[in-house]
């Protein structure tokens, strides 16, 4: 016994310091979590394999795993599922987890508001917080998991999320799972959730986040599992990789996804390019590579780049696939009798992945790891409600308010609730979510808002996405006689999604048209038809919706996406004036499909607010207020500090996201016409004025040649700062003008 005091000091030092280390830094946390009891007895035995000691490096105790593990062995833990082996007490795993808005398919969870409403908020230390709540609550539903042997799907604590993937079509069905269209928003609100995910603990993560879908992927999703995805340099580099360079040199993101299609001709999944040199060389992440859920058997049943499981075996694994989410890589002992990989391959790859499960503590015992402490009353907790609330309200986009019809009072005489959308719990939830023992609907939250006085009714009137097959009305009539009518109207995930889930798309997922469902267009014609009434649209959807035939007829439009189980609440406090509106929009509304190019193109031409020439409907960057901002005095020091001055001409108190943008000499020649550099979001009381400084460097300047290489352009760069794109459409929408300034810079 006397030999093994060193190693047991050794970790009841470390299991010390790491407490002391956790306690100091629960700030965003729902409580200091204290450990109740000493390490288990487990702990304080000699570890009877050398990979079990914990006072070793991960490295370490990889390789003593491997060195103990049969061929056949090995390959199983190649697998999402990977079966335990029991003769070396290493139990079941899988890596399958989700985590987009909140822990999802697992059973009770905060729903926090889908991913794309995450970019309207244009709040980094928000989302943060947000992906700390939502590993709280993984370490604690994985804590309960294990005690009653649930080792299943969905169980781990190896979360795909976040999907960084440019929404650079609105017909994408899974757009609403990135956070829009800009590399800029995306990297920022990527690395914030993937760092609050993780954790900071110096040796073992609260959960592992995984970047998806790596790369150049966003649709059609009826042709994802055969389509090459043809892109330039510039676009590649530009456009579809910077998210991903962020999360991994910045946020250290532990694991990324491969996409189902070919990039350029290579399969996502066994691309050396994408894996290997730009990757793993490039950028330096030394995590794990998993592939999208059966990709590896696309590559010879869709994309016939190989003939066999085998040669797709060796050519994910060649490439740097560690996990397959599938079958395929159960043909690995077969693959090697052939020749086409060697054992030495199979080792470096397993320890890839094997890294990460010691990195989670998942083979040490319970009670050395100190978030295996964390109790099942953070799930779906008051804390993490109100952080759920708060991006709600956050991201809801105010595009109209004619004569300052908003915000509504509360002791209004009569008020009348349209649209299926209004006591709809599926509009709240989007897709990969959780479940919870109470949403709020958004009629919900309306009733729960006005004076106990007021006479509020409520029909849904309309059908979600077909006419009604009862032709009696029985709404309009007395919703035109209302003081106010609030129609809730818009698409669920019922029409967007996923390929396989979005049950009532026609384009397994995508949206071939833009526009509100033609019958509720119809529906809210007649409503607005003869009255002089304030109607107020509230939209939701998580993806661009086109309603120029609309935005005249509604006195006020909010745009609310899916806002999570609190989203109720969130939009009547924001129709009702407890919150003012702050969100923008992460995306362009297109007027129609007919401004896009084709859907199956690739090339970044005529997209987003960067090349997009046409004018849109609501353009990026764009949201109202119900106070007023103005913007002043804007400069550039030599260090290339910006600085500008705000204020709130209102009478109320609000938050504004001042937004920065830079032009370059060859601004819609060739460069982005606008290109997004920061943004920060500032609260004002009524009156108040602040100095805002961006710090920029030379490199903020850069653009992009033809070949993917950053450059530097002499001329003269203009710098845009206000609360919008700064576009003409902006203005004509209402929005505070920006204020600019050129730059000469020469090299």
């Not at 033809?706 to 004509?732: A, C, F, H, M, W």
Request: aromatic fraction near 10%.
């Amino acid at each position: 016994m006397r030999s093994n005091l060193p190693t047991l000091f050794k970790t009841i030092l470390f299991v010390t310091i790491s407490l002391v280390f956790y306690n100091c830094n629960t700030d965003t946390k729902e409580k200091p979590i204290q450990i109740e009891k000493a390490p288990s007895k487990e702990s304080s035995t000699p570890p009877k394999y050398k990979w079990q000691d914990i006072t070793l490096s991960n490295e370490e105790r990889a390789d003593a795993l491997i060195s103990e593990l049969t061929l056949e062995e090995k390959a199983s833990q190649m697998l999402d599922v990977c079966p335990a082996i029991e003769r070396l007490d290493i139990p079941e795993y899988n890596w399958w987890n989700e985590a987009l808005h909140g822990v999802a398919r697992n059973g009770r969870a905060t729903v926090f508001p889908q991913a794309i409403a995450f970019g309207a908020t244009f709040d980094e230390n928000l989302i943060q917080r947000v992906g700390n709540a939502i590993s709280d609550e993984a370490r604690a539903k994985y804590n309960e998991a294990i005690k009653i042997g649930n080792r299943s799907r969905y169980a781990g604590l190896t979360f795909w999320s976040p999907n960084v993937n440019i929404f650079r079509d609105p017909r994408w069905g899974r757009g609403q799972e990135t956070y829009g269209e800009d590399p800029f928003l995306t990297s920022r609100i990527g690395v914030s959730f993937v760092k609050g995910l993780q954790g900071d603990h110096p040796k073992y993560m609260k959960a592992a986040a995984c970047a998806k879908h790596y790369a150049v992927h966003s649709g059609p999703e009826e042709l994802r599992h055969e389509f090459d995805a043809v892109v330039s340099k510039k676009d590649l580099f530009e456009t579809y990789l910077p998210a991903f360079k962020a999360l991994v040199q910045e946020a250290k993101v532990e694991g990324v996804m491969g996409a189902y299609n070919r990039t350029n001709g290579e399969p996502c999944s066994g691309s050396p390019y994408l894996l290997q040199d730009i990757l793993r060389k490039d950028w330096g992440f030394n995590g794990y590579i998993v592939s999208d859920c059966w990709a590896i058997a696309d590559f010879h049943t869709y994309h016939k780049v190989t003939n066999t499981p085998e040669e797709s075996t060796a050519l994910a694994l060649k490439s740097g696939t560690n996990i397959n989410c599938g079958n395929v890589y159960s043909n690995i002992k077969s693959t090697l009798n052939q020749g086409l990989i060697t054992e030495e391959l199979l080792n470096q790859r397993l320890k890839e992945n094997l890294l990460t499960r010691f990195k989670l503590g998942l083979f040490d015992p319970i009670g050395s790891n100190l978030y295996d402490t964390i109790k099942a009353d953070v799930i779906d907790s008051d804390k993490h409600r109100k952080i759920a609330l708060e991006t709600a309200q956050k991201s809801i986009v105010l595009l109209k308010n004619k004569n300052n019809v908003l915000p509504i009072k509360k002791d209004i005489r009569t008020a009348y609730i349209v649209g299926p959308n209004a006591s709809n719990e599926e509009v709240l939830l989007g897709n990969y979510y959780g479940v919870t023992s109470s949403t709020q609907t958004i009629l919900d939250g309306i009733v729960g808002k006005v004076s106990p006085g007021t006479s509020i009714n409520y029909k849904s009137g309309v059908l979600p996405f077909r006419d009604n097959v009862n032709p009696i009305d029985w709404s309009t009539g007395e919703a035109k006689k209302a003081d106010v009518c609030i129609a809730v109207m818009g698409i669920s995930a019922l029409l967007e999604g996923e390929e396989g889930e979005a049950l009532a798309s026609s384009e397994k997922g995508d949206r071939t048209s833009l526009k509100l469902p033609q019958n509720q267009i119809d529906y809210i014609k007649k409503l607005k038809k003869d009255s002089d009434n304030p109607l107020i649209l509230v939209l939701t959807g998580g993806s661009p919706i086109a309603i120029p035939e609309i935005h005249d007829l509604a006195d006020a439009i909010l745009f609310v996406w899916y806002p999570g189980e609190e989203g109720g609440n969130a939009v009547a406090d924001v129709l009702f004036g407890d919150v003012v509106p702050s969100g923008k929009l992460p995306i362009t509304f297109p007027k129609s499909v007919d401004q896009l190019p084709p859907y199956e193109n690739y090339d970044m031409k005529g997209r987003t607010y960067k090349y997009m020439i046409q004018e849109p409907l609501y353009p990026f960057g764009f949201g109202l207020s119900y106070t007023q901002f103005q913007y002043k005095n804007l400069a550039i020091d030599d260090q290339f500090n910006v600085s500008a001055q705000i204020s709130n001409t209102g009478n109320i108190e609000a938050e504004e996201v001042v937004q920065l943008y830079i032009s370059s000499p060859l601004a819609g020649k060739g460069d982005p016409i606008y290109d997004l550099k920061s943004f920060k979001r500032e609260k004002l009381k009524p009156g108040e004025t602040k100095n805002i400084t961006f710090k920029l460097n030379i490199d903020n300047f850069n653009q992009f040649d033809e070949n993917g290489k950053e450059i530097l352009r002499d001329g003269n760069y203009t710098i845009y700062v206000g609360g919008t794109l700064p576009s003409q459409r902006s203005q004509d929408l209402g929005a505070t003008p920006v204020i600019t300034k050129e730059i000469n810079i020469k090299k």
